[in-house]
């Protein structure tokens, strides 16, 4: 090969003088930098329509009219239809869901609808109840069945039955009592009342007052005798009438079997 090959010229030998104001790849740092503002700016871009709010969906096409095809619809879909349950609650009831009276064939009509049928009313002679008959009773004794409550001397003892006079001195009116109405009072034929007075049992007048109520006042206890009761003062809780010596009188409860058949008595219908 010759020696003398040919070959381009090389920049210096052209007088070529390389620039020294500027440092080496300056180019590829305005690259880089127009790159990173590019890449600034998109995403700032970006996040100003992320910020901007949605916009407002297009309103629903009136009833009736058909959507186009092709498009989408944004509208609202219709609200589903609500039955509501039956039977007793608080939408409907089985009373309002049933057919009026009018309109049942086999329902007789209402007497309200006619205004000229009138109600069956009572008879004339029937409008006012009338009054129960007064309750007259004697008082028998239980462990002397012969013997029954007397007013003899305006004191109540306990005697055997005489003639038409003895008769209506042992049958009293019982009726509620005047104190307590709940218990009894007795009163007498000619309008006095029973009540214990020094806790002896004594027929006396009603003078009206409060003491009088409480002592003509007996509430009926049950006894250990069938058909039997005992009479405790209503004044006076825990004393029973009793008869000893035969002579009525208020004495306290006593645990023994005499107290309690001098305390029985049975309520009988009246002798006179």
């Known amino acids: 090969m010759p020696?003398?090959?040919?070959?381009?010229?090389?920049?210096?030998?052209?007088?070529?003088?390389?620039?020294t104001s500027r440092a080496p790849g300056t180019r590829r740092l305005y690259l880089a930098g127009a790159l990173a503002?590019?890449?600034?700016?998109?995403?700032?871009?970006?996040?100003?329509?992320?910020?901007?709010?949605?916009e407002a969906p297009s309103q629903p096409p009136a009833s009736g009219t058909a959507t186009?095809?092709?498009?989408?619809?944004?509208?609202?879909?219709?609200?589903?239809?609500?039955?509501?349950?039956?039977?007793?609650s608080g939408l409907t009831t089985d009373e309002a869901t049933s057919p009026a009276p009018h309109q049942q064939g086999s329902a007789s009509p209402s007497p309200a609808a006619h205004p000229t049928t009138k109600s069956p009313s009572r008879h004339p002679s029937s409008s006012a109840d009338p009054k129960p008959a007064a309750t007259w009773r004697s008082v028998r004794s239980v462990n002397y069945p012969d013997?029954?409550?007397?007013?003899?001397?305006?004191?109540?003892?306990?005697?055997?039955?005489?003639?038409?006079?003895s008769r209506e001195d042992s049958t009293f009116k019982?009726?509620?009592g005047l104190a307590d109405s709940s218990c009894y009072s007795f009163a007498t034929a000619d309008g006095q009342y029973l009540r214990h007075r020094s806790f002896v049992l004594?027929?006396?007048?009603?003078?009206?007052?409060?003491?009088?109520?409480q002592d003509a006042t007996f509430c009926p206890r049950p006894s250990s005798f069938p058909g039997a009761i005992m009479l405790e003062s209503v004044n006076y809780p825990g004393r029973f009438l009793r008869h000893q010596n035969f002579q009525l009188k208020l004495d306290p409860y006593q645990y023994?079997?005499?107290?309690r058949q001098d305390s029985a008595f049975r309520l009988v219908t009246g002798l006179a």
């Open 3 to 19: 020696e003398n090959q040919s070959r381009p010229p090389q920049p210096w030998e052209n007088g070529w003088v390389p620039d």
């Open 202 to 213: 004594v027929a006396n007048r009603n003078d009206g007052s409060p003491l009088f109520r």
């Open 68 to 88: 186009q095809p092709g498009l989408l619809s944004f509208g609202t879909p219709p609200p589903p239809v609500v039955t509501p349950p039956k039977g007793k």
């Open 174 to 176: 019982l009726v509620k």
């Open 256 to 259: 023994n079997d005499m107290y």
């Open 37 to 54: 503002v590019a890449t600034i700016i998109a995403c700032v871009t970006a996040i100003a329509w992320t910020d901007r709010g949605p």
């Open 147 to 165: 013997r029954y409550w007397h007013v003899s001397g305006g004191y109540v003892k306990l005697d055997p039955v005489g003639g038409s006079e």
